[in-house]
């Protein structure tokens, strides 16, 4: 019975203190994972906090930001490594012989004032950090490099060593300055591509850290910087030369206020140009010197000259906004078309105006009768405003937000304005009607073309870029940016009128100083005056495409008062030609215009310039509102008044959809009808 029981007690025993064992045994297996795992995640960082409790030196390795090239491989921003010079006063005052040496072969080296240099050494006696020089190149470095690895001739140079660092440059200077930015202090960034991918370009630093052990003997731990990614644009800066040159040369020539332009491919989105008359040095993005005198500089406080620099800064093609004038009339045309609202055999009866909620708004003439295509090509206010009738607020209302006018577009830079336009419920007859032939609301250059690429594209809204890929230092890629089709603005059968009615525009209509022999340009012109009504100032504009059959390219410019008859469209038709006799040949797009076409045009260039001029460019300048039906003319802003009762209903609500206008300068009388083409 006994042998019984102690055999039962043995057992539970021996049970219970395998299961002890084990179960030490899995405690300990735990454990041994956790150390591993914490080892393998934060080895480096409990090494690294062993060593700062050490007699240790730390010193860090930089991340080099990424560069950026355009579309064809051209960098266009890159970072280069440059050298701090520090020296090491305490080591070098150990000796005397030190001192001489390494003083001497600095001095020689770098070109530095010797009593100057021992003054500085003597007055920090104790340091080990003095940062002597700042950005040196390699190129003077190496020599003093090679003095120091030469122990057997120069045995006593000591307490100098370098410290790397990256600062950016840009090869180009100026050219593509409002797409691609510059960096700040501690390679921030705020305007361009270097502010909008800011944190892919930029990458981690490293650090090396050095310990003495018990042997006496430097041990060393080093986490590697991690280099920030590499950008890809979709800028050709071949294009680019060619625009900011002609840029340059027509202010020169016409005087104007602002000119800009926007080059694009309409079946990706892609930005191939995009610049403004105010470019600057972006190694040197502070300078003023080219824009004021140094008086004037002087007289300026730090406000007015960061404010000035704000100003340069921006880019007019996506930071502004202006009223569109009759570049948006192909928009009003294709929004009733796809509604079924008009066909394109209807006609419309041009008598000169219109009279709308008891104002008389006023055309460019009296066009008699109109097809559907006749009305844009003869950029008439009369028939756009019955056509904006049939549309009413808010199918109008909706075709707006549909073509992009309103909304960003979310171009991949930052600050862009989405310009003002009204909701729906604010949208009376006479706002409708001026707004139908591109009055009374304000887009920004970005928007106009993004939209202007899907009515003539087949209807397809892209995202607009200036960014085509993300790749790391190897070539891998990060991140593709390939076409994005956001809507579908139209169909087919709309999209091959608007191409009919366009060519034409140009062929016959008031775009014909557009036309590049040899080409099929297709576009449409627009002349908007400004706020304030009368103030004699306009923004002439011209949008086309090419081949305007099969569009490989859109180009927009804008001409902001010239010095001479500011509301002359001719000044924005002749630029655009200037800019596309270069441009087109360099993209190789096809020459397809017919014979047909080339002997129409030349007959139209032989024709009475000033005959045309007077009755179709500067009889583009309409939309006069009066309540008497007087006919205003080109300049009509005697008016004034009235013209802010015709539409007091916008001028109480000049904000119609909520945001603010970043460009700093919505419409600031949407009560007022200006001079429209």
Same mark, same amino acid.
């Given at each position: 019975?006994?042998?019984?029981?102690r055999?039962?007690?043995n057992?539970?025993?021996?049970?219970?203190?395998?299961?002890?064992?084990?179960?030490i045994?899995?405690?300990?297996?735990a454990l041994c994972?956790i150390i591993?795992?914490?080892n393998?995640?934060k080895?480096?960082?409990?090494?690294?906090t062993?060593?700062?409790q050490?007699?240790?030196?730390s010193r860090?390795?930089?991340?080099?930001?990424?560069d950026?090239?355009?579309?064809n491989?051209?960098?266009?921003?890159?970072?280069?490594?440059?050298y701090?010079?520090?020296l090491?006063?305490?080591?070098?005052?150990?000796?005397k012989?030190?001192?001489?040496?390494t003083?001497?072969?600095?001095?020689?080296? /770098?070109?530095?004032n010797?009593?100057?240099?021992?003054?500085?050494i003597?007055a920090?006696?104790?340091s080990?950090?003095?940062?002597?020089?700042?950005?040196?190149?390699?190129?003077?470095v190496?020599?003093?490099?090679?003095?120091?690895?030469?122990t #057997?001739?120069?045995?006593?140079?000591m307490?100098?060593?370098?410290e790397?660092e990256?600062?950016?440059?840009y090869?180009?200077?100026e050219?593509?300055?409002?797409v691609?930015g510059?960096?700040?202090?501690g390679n921030?960034a705020?305007w361009?591509?270097e502010?909008y991918?800011?944190?892919?370009?930029n990458?981690?630093?490293?650090?090396e850290?050095?310990y003495?052990?018990s042997d006496?003997?430097?041990?060393?731990?080093?986490r590697?910087a991690?280099?920030?990614y590499?950008?890809?644009?979709?800028?050709d800066?071949?294009?680019?030369?060619?625009?900011?040159?002609k840029?340059?040369? &027509?202010?020169?020539?016409t005087k104007?206020?602002?000119?800009?332009?926007?080059?694009?491919?309409?079946?990706?989105?892609?930005i191939?140009?995009?610049?403004?008359?105010?470019?600057?040095?972006?190694?040197?993005?502070?300078d003023?010197s080219?824009?004021?005198?140094?008086k004037?500089?002087?007289k300026?406080s730090?406000?007015?000259?960061?404010?000035?620099?704000n100003k340069?800064?921006?880019?007019?093609?996506?930071?502004d906004?202006?009223?569109?004038g009759?570049?948006?009339?192909?928009? %009003?045309?294709?929004?009733?078309l796809?509604?079924?609202l008009?066909?394109?055999?209807?006609?419309?009866?041009?008598d000169?105006?219109e009279?709308v909620?008891?104002?008389?708004?006023?055309c460019?003439?009296t066009h008699?009768?109109?097809t559907?295509?006749? %009305?844009?090509?003869?950029?008439?206010?009369?028939?756009?405003?019955?056509?904006?009738?049939?549309?009413?607020?808010?199918?109008?209302?909706?075709?707006?937000?549909?073509?992009g006018?309103g909304?960003? %577009?979310?171009?991949?830079?930052?600050?862009?304005?989405p310009g003002?336009?009204?909701?729906?419920?604010?949208i009376?007859?006479?706002?409708?009607?001026t707004?139908?032939?591109?009055?009374?609301?304000?887009?920004?250059?970005m928007q106009?073309?993004?939209? /202007?690429?899907s009515?003539?594209?087949?209807?397809n809204?892209?995202?607009p870029r200036?960014?085509?890929?993300?790749?790391?230092?190897?070539?891998?890629v990060?991140?593709?940016?390939s076409?994005t089709?956001?809507?579908?603005?139209?169909?087919?059968?709309?999209?091959?009128?608007e191409?009919?009615a366009?060519?034409?525009?140009?062929?016959?209509g %008031?775009?014909?100083?557009?036309e590049?022999?040899? &080409?099929?340009?297709?576009g449409?012109?627009?002349?908007?005056?400004?706020?304030?009504?009368g103030?004699g100032?306009?923004?002439?504009?011209?949008?086309?495409?090419v081949?305007i059959?099969?569009p490989?390219?859109?180009?927009?410019?804008?001409v902001?008062t010239?010095?001479?008859?500011?509301?002359?469209?001719?000044?924005?038709?002749?630029? &655009?030609? #200037?800019?596309?006799?270069e441009?087109?040949?360099?993209?190789?797009?096809?020459?397809t215009?017919?014979k047909?076409?080339?002997?129409?045009a #030349?007959?139209?260039?032989?024709?009475?310039?000033?005959?045309?001029?007077?009755?179709?460019?500067?009889?583009?300048?309409?939309?006069?509102?009066?309540n008497?039906?007087?006919y205003?003319?080109?300049?009509?802003?005697?008016?004034?008044?009235?013209?802010?009762?015709?539409?007091?209903?916008?001028?109480?609500?000049?904000?119609?959809?909520?945001?603010a206008?970043a460009?700093?300068?919505?419409?600031?009388?949407?009560?007022?009808?200006?001079?429209?083409?």
């Open positions: 019975m006994r042998r019984r029981r055999n039962v007690f057992n539970k025993m021996s049970r219970t203190l395998t299961v002890l064992y084990l179960g045994l899995a405690v300990l297996f994972v591993a795992k914490i393998r995640d080895g480096d960082d409990y090494t690294i062993v060593l700062n050490q007699n240790n030196t860090k390795i930089p991340y080099k930001r990424g950026i090239i355009d579309r491989g051209y960098t266009l921003a890159t970072s280069v490594k440059v701090n010079l520090i090491d006063a305490k080591m070098m005052l150990e000796k012989e030190y001192l001489e040496a003083v001497s072969a600095l001095v020689k080296s /770098f070109d530095l010797e009593t100057e240099l021992r003054e500085t003597n920090n006696k104790d080990r950090y003095i940062v002597a020089l700042k950005g040196i190149e390699y190129e003077k190496k020599p003093f490099q090679e003095l120091q690895k030469d #057997k001739n120069n045995p006593d140079i307490g100098v060593w370098f790397t990256y600062v950016r440059k090869p180009y200077n050219l593509g300055s409002k691609i510059f960096t700040n202090s921030s705020d361009g591509i502010g991918y800011c944190d892919e370009l990458g981690v630093d490293g650090r850290y050095g003495v052990n006496n003997n430097m041990e060393k731990v080093i590697n991690t280099n920030g590499n950008i890809t644009s979709t800028l800066m071949e294009i680019q030369k060619i625009v900011e040159k840029i340059k040369d &027509y202010k020169k020539e104007a206020k602002r000119i800009a332009v926007m080059i694009a491919d309409p079946n990706t989105g892609e191939l140009s995009m610049a403004d008359d105010m470019s600057y040095d972006l190694n040197n993005p502070r003023l080219d824009f004021f005198s140094k004037e500089l002087k300026m730090d406000e007015d000259q960061l404010n000035e620099l340069l800064w921006r880019c007019y093609c996506i930071n906004s202006f009223e569109p009759s570049t948006a009339k192909p928009f %009003t045309v294709a929004a009733a796809e509604e079924g008009v066909s394109t055999n209807d006609t419309f009866y041009c000169g105006s009279n909620g008891g104002w008389n708004i006023h460019s003439g008699g009768t109109l559907l295509e006749g %009305t844009i090509v003869n950029s008439c206010n009369d028939a756009l405003m019955q056509i904006g009738a049939k549309l009413g607020a808010s199918t109008f209302s909706n075709y707006q937000t549909r073509f006018f909304v960003r %577009t979310g171009i991949d830079l930052s600050g862009e304005t003002l336009v009204y909701d729906e419920k604010d009376n007859s006479s706002t409708l009607a707004n139908a032939f591109g009055q009374n609301f304000t887009v920004n250059m106009i073309e993004a939209g /202007f690429c009515l003539v594209n087949g209807g809204y892209y995202q200036v960014v085509r890929e993300i790749v790391d230092e190897k070539g891998n990060i991140k593709n940016f076409k089709l956001i809507k579908q603005t139209i169909t087919q059968d709309t999209c091959d009128f191409r009919k366009l060519r034409e525009t140009v062929l016959s %008031t775009g014909f100083r557009a590049v022999p040899g &080409y099929t340009v297709g449409k012109t627009g002349t908007a005056e400004k706020s304030p009504r103030s100032e306009y923004v002439l504009s011209f949008i086309g495409a081949p059959e099969d490989q390219v859109v180009c927009y410019v804008v902001d010239p010095e001479k008859d500011p509301d002359n469209s001719a000044y924005a038709t002749i630029f &655009y030609n #200037k800019i596309m006799s441009v087109l040949p360099y993209l190789n797009i096809p020459k215009e017919t047909e076409e080339a002997d129409r #030349k007959a139209n260039k032989k024709s009475d310039d000033e005959n045309y001029e007077s009755n179709i460019i500067e009889g583009e300048n309409s939309g006069i509102v009066d008497e039906g007087n205003g003319g080109a300049t009509g802003a005697d008016n004034t008044d009235e013209q802010d009762n015709a539409q007091n209903d916008a001028a109480d609500n000049p904000d119609a959809n909520g945001e206008d460009a700093g300068e919505p419409a600031d009388n949407q009560g007022e009808v200006a001079n429209v083409e």
